[in-house]
């Protein structure tokens, strides 16, 4: 579809300030705790700008916000918008071994929410929320949106005193958000996220997905994960409510979607298999949802069906994307059992080229590096010129910056991509060229396998395949042998009742192999 008329590249805050221009006392956001409208969000981020100022924040510094998933999340997001600080989003079990990288690396001028781990480490204010809210509700109703200089004061006020305004000018080329990431290095990594590519990337994607005001938009992702921080912007830019679910008891997972009256609902693989999984067992299904959301990687297709049993006649939209330009594709929700596959198409106003290694392009169907140009790719690492150098880099005939994500994939006739692995995931055994992707692919064809972990050979170590399932080993193995040529069929399978996750419910690959290496699989 064509999306681009509604395109933009604009500042976070105005994506709040339309939606609540165009529906005032419209649904904007809910938690187990209450629910506020538009305006009462509008009212409060710039409450949150004011308190922010006078604690002596201003344009350019990060402020750490380290909570579960409230609704105090959204006016905070966009109060430090209209401030032109950056926000800073980690997620609240983030361990003191990486908080101490980040906090050294982001120099945060004020953390707030965050554990007895950010406390322990943290050598700036740390502001618990339960504290910091009172006084932002006790500034509404005094802020003036006068465009004044900013004045930070040296002393943390009391919220009886009079705060310095909210500052003029933020640009769209401003840092607007820090998502730290982990990746190829030790440390998590921060990708710049200015306005202009942020409010870019959300319209795009809101272009296809087309998010409405009607749509109950439930969230169990959280904020630290850019997917989950951006159904904040594409609710507000469809007008929808969003409802955000804290981690709780699995097994009323069902029941929160049902009683949230959900119509939409983003998940990675783990959590779409824990809702299909519970819908199986259930009787009743969550009729309202017209769509799932998939991005991370690819979801079974025994997940699939099961989705759309317990949600007749919902999409379930196949996504691909990287925090360093948010998004790359994604498969219109009308084809959504079109081209299997597949992960749709670039964003509007954006282009994926597929390259071989010396950068070349090449024509559809070969597998090559997947490579974006557009007003979504971000603008590099957080005090990192090498690695920024290395990933984003200019055409040499255009001189448009383009990301390179390191991942690999094809094209096909039709400009719809196939991703294939990640740099890492691709691997030589016995003379045939291989990823880890396809491997997983064919081990969640298996009836009875929930997950499957691939660790290409390492250190003297051969291929393995862990799976989540309630099956043998050798069974495991002997159905891949059915379906992989045979230097493809691992040479070990280790069967796990559950595998452990990231923070972000991504399989966590470093501990099944740390498992693995210490013999206890």
Not at 105 to 132: H, K, N, Q, S
Not at 494 to 499: D, T
Request: hydrophobic share 40%.
């Amino acid at each position: 579809m064509d999306g681009t008329r509604f395109l933009r590249s604009g500042l976070i805050h105005d994506l709040l300030d339309e939606a609540m221009d165009a529906r005032p006392e419209g649904d904007a956001v809910r938690d187990a705790h209450g629910a506020w409208s538009y305006q009462r969000v509008g009212e409060l981020s710039h409450a949150v700008a004011r308190r922010l100022a006078a604690s002596g924040v201003g344009p350019g510094d990060r402020v750490i916000v380290q909570l579960p998933n409230r609704r105090e999340t959204v006016p905070i997001v966009y109060g430090i918008s209209r401030l032109g600080a950056v926000f800073v989003p980690l997620h609240p079990e983030m361990k003191a071994f990486h908080l101490r990288s980040v906090l050294q690396d982001a120099e945060p001028t004020l953390v707030i929410g965050g554990g007895e781990a950010m406390r322990d480490v943290a050598t700036v204010l740390v502001r618990d929320l339960d504290d910091f809210w009172p006084e932002v509700e006790e500034l509404v109703g005094q802020s003036t949106h006068e465009p004044v200089a900013h004045e930070p004061v040296a002393h943390e006020p009391a919220a009886h005193e009079p705060a310095p305004r909210e500052p003029v000018k933020v640009l769209p080329s401003d840092v607007a958000i820090l998502i730290y990431t982990s990746g190829s290095t030790a440390a998590p990594k921060g990708v710049i996220c200015p306005h202009a590519q942020v409010t870019f990337a959300a319209s795009a994607i809101n272009a296809v997905l087309g998010y409405e005001p009607d749509d109950v938009v439930f969230c169990r992702l959280p904020m630290s994960f850019d997917y989950g921080l951006y159904q904040i912007f594409l609710a507000a830019l469809g007008g929808a409510e969003l409802v955000l679910a804290e981690e709780g008891s699995d097994l009323t997972l069902l029941g929160q979607i049902s009683d949230a009256g959900a119509t939409v609902v983003p998940v990675v693989p783990s959590l779409g298999g824990m809702i299909a999984t519970l819908a199986r067992r259930a009787t009743g299904s969550v009729s309202k949802v017209r769509m799932f959301t998939n991005t991370g990687a690819a979801l079974p297709e025994a997940t699939i069906r099961s989705l759309r049993a317990c949600a007749p006649g919902a999409r379930v939209v196949r996504m691909y994307g990287i925090t360093e330009c948010k998004r790359v594709t994604i498969m219109e929700p009308e084809l959504d059992r079109d081209r299997p596959g597949a992960v749709g198409r670039p964003l509007p106003g954006t282009r994926v080229e597929i390259l071989d290694s010396a950068g070349r392009p090449l024509p559809a169907g070969e597998t090559g590096e997947i490579v974006v140009a557009g007003p979504n790719v971000m603008a590099g690492y957080w005090r990192d010129p090498e690695l920024t150098a290395r990933a984003y880099r200019r055409d040499p005939v255009t001189g448009e910056v383009r990301l390179h994500t390191g991942d690999y994939g094809r094209l096909d006739q039709d400009g719809y991509l196939y991703f294939e692995g990640r740099r890492d995931d691709m691997f030589k055994r016995r003379g045939t060229r291989m990823s880890t992707t396809e491997i997983e692919a064919a081990a969640m064809d298996v009836p009875g396998v929930r997950a499957a972990v691939v660790l290409p050979p390492a250190d003297g170590r051969d291929l393995v395949v862990f799976v989540e399932a309630d099956l043998t080993p050798s069974s495991v193995l002997n159905a891949l042998k059915l379906r992989l040529e045979p230097a493809k069929v691992p040479a070990a399978c280790h069967v796990l009742p559950r595998f452990p996750l990231t923070l972000n419910g991504k399989n966590e690959r470093k501990q099944l192999a740390l498992l693995l290496d210490g013999g206890h699989a």
